[in-house]
């Protein structure tokens, strides 16, 4: 009898390691990014997550046609990891495209294809197009400035391509910029309907404290400009928590998070109405969840969580509110930011998709 109970363990044991294995789960396979540039080189990120239970390990990534570079996390994704694929498309052939990118690892035998579209254009006095923010006579192609999931010691860039449109000559200045920032135009100054970039870079060294950090920097858009409303460009930092201390039994128990969604919908608003709704966060780990931080945004959001301590198998109720009269003033994508203790799921966006009803 024994031998029979023996077998049939060791059988379920084989069993649990074969059905043991990675899975890849892309925030999104497909992406169209619209219009760019002519010979303004695009960068094309798609994030995933190895939802399974063994360490995921991508091989390769392929492209389509020369005109693209691949890269990718090349270190083992642990499970509930996050990792990253991107491409760059030079955009030196005028018109529509469409390319794909295949991913070899191991939790497939076949490829993964992902791929994106848009269409280059060469008109440079059209900037609409590529530029859809508008600063007065300036274009650019972002209204905001955004750092994610960086590490202490990291110095990431972020890049704004700034179209001049005016009939005079324009030198491109982000002004109050804090001590972690810095910036640099490429060129220093804009002939009439000529566009270049400003490369901002961000000190982490430098940040005042782990979780989100948040600022606003001004866009000059003229010789002697000053700060106000309609140049403000807001910055958002994400800097994750550092778990390199945690011990063995921590790291053997560790608090898990989990929401009950990661998007919100609010649309068809009356002009002035507050509209709220709740996200429920559960605690699926063997030790305290703790709510670090929690940001929005814009103006046009509220947000409040009834604890910020969650013990094992509890939940906290967060809710979220959009006041719609200020939908219009508020710049950038409206979300929901909430950093935790969680090592494997430190960051949560709620994404928030609200607009004003027409009449």
């Known amino acids: 009898m024994k031998k029979v109970f023996s077998l049939i363990f060791i059988l379920c044991a084989l069993t649990f390691v074969v059905n043991a294995q990675p899975h890849i789960s892309f925030d999104t396979k497909s992406q ?53 694929v991107t491409a760059v498309y030079d955009a030196e052939a005028i ?57 202490k010691g990291d110095k990431p860039q972020f890049e704004i391509l700034v179209a001049n449109t005016s009939n005079k000559a324009y030198s491109p200045v982000l002004m109050h910029l804090p001590p972690y920032l810095s910036a640099k135009a490429e060129p220093e100054v804009l002939g009439s309907q000529k566009n270049g970039k400003i490369i901002v870079t961000l000190n982490t060294d430098k940040l005042p404290k782990l979780g989100v950090t948040r600022t606003t920097v001004y866009l000059s858009r003229f010789m002697g400009d000053k700060v106000n409303s309609e140049n403000e460009i807001p910055v958002s930092v994400v800097l994750l928590p550092d778990f390199s201390f945690l011990s063995e039994q921590q790291k053997l128990n560790p608090p898990a998070v989990e929401i009950s969604t990661t998007s919100l919908e609010y649309s068809g608003l009356k002009p002035k109405q507050k509209k709220s709704q709740t996200v429920i966060i559960t605690n699926k780990g063997k030790s305290n969840l703790e709510i670090l931080d929690l940001q929005v945004f814009t103006m046009a959001l509220n947000v409040k969580v009834n604890k910020h301590i969650i013990k094992p198998g509890e939940s906290a109720k967060m809710k979220v509110t959009v006041l719609a009269g200020n939908l219009s003033r508020s710049k950038g994508k409206p979300r929901v930011l909430m950093i935790t203790n969680d090592p494997n799921n430190p960051k949560i966006t709620i994404n928030i998709n609200a607009d004003i009803k027409k009449e």
């Open 95 to 151: 018109g529509k495209f469409y390319r794909e990118i295949g991913v070899y690892c191991n939790a497939s035998n076949l490829p993964l294809y992902l791929d994106f579209s848009g269409e280059v254009t060469a008109d440079p006095k059209d900037y609409s197009f590529t530029h859809e923010f508008g600063f007065g006579a300036i274009r650019t192609n972002k209204d905001e400035i955004v750092f994610d999931d960086v590490n």
């Open 32 to 84: 169209n990014i619209g219009y760019i540039l002519w010979r303004n080189p695009v960068t094309v990120k798609y994030s995933f997550t190895n939802t399974g239970d063994k360490p995921l390990v991508i091989s390769n990534v392929t492209v389509s046609c020369g005109c693209m570079e691949a890269d990718w996390t090349k270190t083992p994704v642990p499970v509930g990891g996050k990792g990253e």
